[in-house]
């Protein structure tokens, strides 16, 4: 059988392939007719699930119907997010990957030729497009709920959350109440997914995209020594009665607007103890506690933007950059700034939209559930622009995309460390381990509405991944989950069900194209796809190290596809359960399983099934090669998302 499986494959390569194929595809192909099958045969019956849900995304769908362009969709996001430069062409291309349509037309493109604040300025300043923009966005988000009854309404604004929120496992609660509360939030939740139905999404990433492309315009205003000081009132701070400790310390002036409150700080330390609609930092080393939330509690927009200083940002649930029925934005332009929040914040959009925006420092961000690029109903994206960064979260973090939603990590310099778990007890597989859903996570709520798309960017950098239980570039329920690592060498670190899984009816891939790289698991993991779905490792270079204990490194189980590609490198392949591992597919109603792995090129060791440049099959759709083919990494560059 191995005699004449090498001689067929043999002759395949001696055909040729097309030129605009790369070669690892080109490997590819002639692996699959090997074991008798073709890209064609690499697509999902669906009809094992329920009727498309209303919340199912076009490009789910797509990807579902064409497995392997899962690598070129996450791959061309992850290009077009490195390109983008402002924050309006961030939100409407969120947007665009979940069939919205948040683009603006051209008028407004400029900040008025003079002031349109009482008394009138000599030229403009950063208010005169915020606080426009502000209304407008209200109006939009307004307009996005007005399919509500008052009471829908109240019910999404009081239990939304519940559709995400863990409590820590408590061993002393009774099993039976345990069971009442669990029966309970799900009849909660049903009810919210009817009343989600009836929100006008497009609505709701337009406001996000009206704040964004205010803020846009006033960064350049508040740079601007000339144009800040027409926001400085003669005679000194004079705030507006009642607001006297929204501000305290360099603070330059407090109004009251039918906006919200308006913050001014200027270049000295400032504390700003309030929940304000609009707050520009001119410096200093400044002290924020719960500024830009967007929520239907306390501002339907609320903006902040800080010029310098190592500042601190502090808050609660829905704060610091978050959107909840809302849009919350928060710039820091330099400094080494400290980010601690609670839930639904760092750029998150629950039923909204949050941006983070931080481009300069050494930063660290912790928070616990739905931060750091977290969108449910909503869109979430969080964007660090340079420094060594420290991300620390608990759940559903990190670039993470549930229903409707989109979460958007994009990290673009430095040694990073983004850690996500070790909170929520995983109860249902392990009482020791913990649940991440994080990294680069699109997740569902099975069976009753098709997930989101979760997105984590890498540019630059030696950085670290650690989660548990579902993360890195991993997927659940109709959605797609995406880490893309640009350069570097990485370690990636989790327990299972991670680094280019994809489970139950759903994709997902892991790319990393540059850097020495360890991968460490225990299963489910490494290009696995599991119950309909693909899970997809690509690495393009390097000397990589994988290790894991059983069905990963290109396993697919459940009629799933798991494929593990690496180009060039001295790689070392390790892994306990040799049955299940190495390229393995299993047969499941009524047909097959498919494992693909490729490892092309450099000198290669192997702890399984894997030979140095030999080709093998331990299972009716599984295949290995190991092969010198060398890779055209140019040609191999991630598709457009649009």
């Known amino acids: 059988m191995r005699l004449t499986l090498v001689l067929a494959v043999l002759a395949c390569i001696a055909g040729g392939a097309s030129a605009d194929t790369p070669p690892t595809h080109e490997v590819l192909d002639d692996a699959l007719q090997a074991i008798a099958l073709s890209r064609d045969d690499l697509h999902f019956r669906t009809d094992y699930a329920d009727a498309p ?16 362009h899962t690598e070129h969709y996450v791959h061309g996001f992850a290009d077009r997010t490195k390109k983008i430069r402002s924050l309006e062409e961030l939100v409407v291309a969120c947007a665009a990957q979940l069939d919205l349509d948040a683009a603006l037309d051209e008028a407004g493109l400029e900040p008025p030729e003079s002031g349109t604040m009482e008394p009138k300025s000599p030229g403009p300043h950063a208010l005169d497009v915020l606080l426009p923009a502000a209304r407008e966005a209200a109006r939009e988000i307004e307009a996005a709920f007005a399919g509500l009854s008052g009471e829908d309404r109240d ?8 559709l995400l929120e863990e409590e820590e496992f408590d061993p002393d609660k009774p099993i039976d109440v345990r069971d009442r509360e669990a029966e309970e939030e799900e009849e909660l939740g049903d009810e919210l997914l009817r009343i989600a139905g009836h929100v006008d999404y497009e609505r709701i990433a337009r406001a996000g995209a009206i704040v964004a492309r205010a803020v846009d315009l006033a960064i350049p205003l508040v740079e601007d020594p000339e144009s800040m000081q027409l926001l400085r009132p003669e005679g000194g701070a004079t705030p507006d009665a009642g607001l006297e400790r929204a501000a305290t310390g360099d603070v330059w002036d407090v109004i009251a607007t039918d906006a919200g409150i308006v913050a001014i700080g200027g270049p000295g330390p400032t504390t700003y103890t309030e929940a304000c609609a609009i707050v520009i930092d001119v410096g200093g080393d400044d002290t924020y506690e719960g500024c830009a939330s967007g929520t239907h509690r306390l501002n339907q927009v609320s903006v902040v933007i800080d010029l310098d200083g190592d500042d601190v940002y502090s808050g609660g649930h829905h704060t610091l950059a978050a959107g909840f029925m809302g849009v919350g934005v928060l710039v820091d332009l330099e400094g080494a700034d400290r980010y601690t929040a609670g839930s639904f914040s760092l750029g998150s959009g629950l039923f909204g939209v949050g941006v983070l925006d931080d481009r300069d420092g050494n930063d660290t961000y912790a928070g616990d559930t ?35 939603g989109v979460g958007l990590l994009h990290d673009a310099g430095g040694n990073d460390i983004y850690t996500a778990g070790w909170k929520y007890t995983d109860e249902i597989r392990y009482f020791d381990h913990f649940l991440s859903l994080s990294q680069g996570f699109g997740f569902g709520w099975r069976p009753d509405a098709s997930g989101g798309i979760g997105l984590l960017v890498d540019e630059k950098g030696n950085d670290v991944y650690l989660s548990d239980i579902f993360g890195q570039g991993s997927s659940y329920w109709f959605a797609v989950g995406g880490l893309v690592d640009y350069e570097g060498n990485d370690q990636y670190v989790s327990y299972q069900y991670a680094q280019g899984a994809g489970t139950h009816i759903t994709v997902a891939a892991l790319v990393d194209l540059d850097g020495d790289d360890n991968y460490v698991s225990k299963g489910v993991s490494q290009g696995c796809g599991h119950d309909l779905a693909i899970g997809l490792l690509h690495d393009y270079g390097g000397d990589d190290n994988y290790t894991c204990h059983d069905l990963s490194q290109a396993a697919g189980n459940a009629n799933g596809i798991g494929v593990l590609f690496d180009d060039a490198g001295n790689d070392a392949y390790s892994v306990r359960g040799v049955g299940n591992t190495h390229g393995y597919g299993n047969w499941r109603r009524d047909y097959g399983s498919i494992g693909v792995f490729i490892d092309a090129g450099g000198t290669d060791s192997y702890s399984g099934r894997g030979v140095e440049g030999g080709w093998w099959t331990h299972s009716t759709y599984g295949i290995g090669v190991d092969t010198e083919t060398a890779v055209d990494e140019e040609a191999a560059e991630g598709a457009d998302p649009e």
Request: proline fraction near 3%; aromatic fraction near 10%.
């Open 53 to 68: 849900d209303s919340f199912r995304v076009s490009v789910v769908d797509s990807l579902l119907e064409n497995p392997l």
């Open 370 to 404: 739905c931060v750091q690029g977290s969108g449910a109903f909503g869109l979430g994206a969080h964007r660090d622009r340079s420094g060594n960064d420290t991300y620390q979260s608990a759940l559903f973090s990190q670039a993470f995309g549930f229903v409707m």
């Open 155 to 162: 019910l999404i604004a009081r239990h939304a959350p519940v």
